[in-house]
């Protein structure tokens, strides 16, 4: 029998109603990725017993623990992966079409399913939740994008639980795509800006008579946190850490004319309230000082009502 290939593998998803439970109508999505961890774990649990011998008596099951992360690519149609990263979206009338998605209550969930095709071997999660996604943002190349799952539960069968996902096709954002605001005006000294969304998922929702598995995966607080890695240029942007001064960032990327038609998308995602960490740029060498800065983003006041919010224009009517 052949070993299976990675070259080969799939990845589709869609969105469950009820929590942990395949769509009966399933629309699912295939999702293109770099690399993927997802797993259902359970460890074994020994006892303490002493009967009289040096031998360890048979150990039994612990709770599962399913979940993992997928790497990406940022691409024009992760909008539904988005909304379940901050919460809500809305949608303009279309085509094209303009999603505005920000912080708010997680939708329920996802059913993920990692597919070994060449064996005919169908890894199924359900009651996926993100608890983590991560952004990285340079002056060219791709968009790297990463997201974290909590699952509920893990089932394995031979054939898809979506046969004719639809494919979407995969033209990823470019750094060359990309321009950047700060504090409201254009910035051109940014090498570089990396940041987190944090949902701060509970997964300790075990219950007796549950299996061993999640009840519920209720989300915490939103934490948006990042750094800007900036060339040295001027002092302004560093005072504002010294100064401790609230600030904002606002990254647009834009394939075309970016009205949202086919080979027009575009994504800009704003963080409107963020102060920096105050730290001295180092000298590391005869070469060029960078500055880094560390942020961490807020709601106080801003008309969005949302730490983080992003607009997508595409093609798709709904996320």
């Known amino acids: 029998m052949a070993q299976a290939a990675g070259?080969?593998?799939?990845?589709?998803y869609d969105v469950e109603t009820t929590f942990g439970t395949t769509p009966v109508s399933p629309d699912a999505k295939l999702l293109p990725f770099i690399t993927e961890t997802l797993s259902r774990k359970r460890p074994l649990i020994q006892s303490n017993i002493i009967r009289g011998n040096r031998n360890l008596t048979k150990s039994v099951r612990g709770n599962v623990d399913a979940g993992g992360s997928i790497n990406m690519e940022l691409n024009p149609f992760m909008g539904i992966l988005l909304k379940h990263l901050l919460g809500s979206a809305t949608?303009?009338?279309?085509?094209?079409?303009?999603?505005?998605?920000?912080?708010?209550?997680?939708?329920?969930?996802?059913?993920?399913?990692k597919g070994f095709t060449d064996l005919a071997q169908y890894f199924l999660y359900n009651g996926c939740r993100i608890n983590k996604g991560h952004f990285e943002f340079k002056s060219d190349g791709y968009i790297p994008f990463n997201l974290d799952f909590l699952a509920q539960k893990r089932t394995i069968g031979v054939t898809a639980f979506d046969a004719t996902a639809t494919d979407l096709g995969h033209l990823p954002f470019e750094g060359f795509e990309a321009s950047m605001t700060e504090g409201g005006s254009p910035i051109a000294y940014v090498s570089e800006v990396v940041f987190d969304v944090e949902n701060d998922l509970d997964p300790s929702n075990y219950v007796i008579g549950g299996v061993g598995l999640r009840r519920a995966?209720?989300?915490?607080?939103?934490?948006?946190?990042?750094?800007?890695?900036?060339?040295?240029e001027t002092i302004t942007l560093y005072n504002k850490a010294v100064n401790f001064t609230e600030s904002s960032l606002a990254i647009t990327l834009t394939r075309g004319t970016g009205a949202g038609s086919a080979g027009n998308e575009s994504l800009v995602i704003t963080i409107p309230e963020l102060v920096y960490e105050e730290d001295d740029p180092p000298i590391s060498g005869p070469k060029g000082i960078l500055t880094k800065m560390k942020f961490e983003a807020f709601y106080d006041n801003d008309s969005a009502a949302s730490s983080i919010h992003m607009v997508l224009k595409n093609t798709q009517a709904t996320l």
Do not use: R
């Open 217 to 232: 995966i209720p989300e915490g607080k939103t934490k948006v946190s990042g750094t800007l890695t900036a060339l040295f």
């Open 91 to 113: 949608v303009g009338s279309g085509p094209p079409y303009t999603h505005t998605i920000k912080v708010a209550a997680l939708p329920v969930s996802l059913c993920i399913e």
């Open 7 to 12: 070259s080969n593998a799939q990845i589709i």
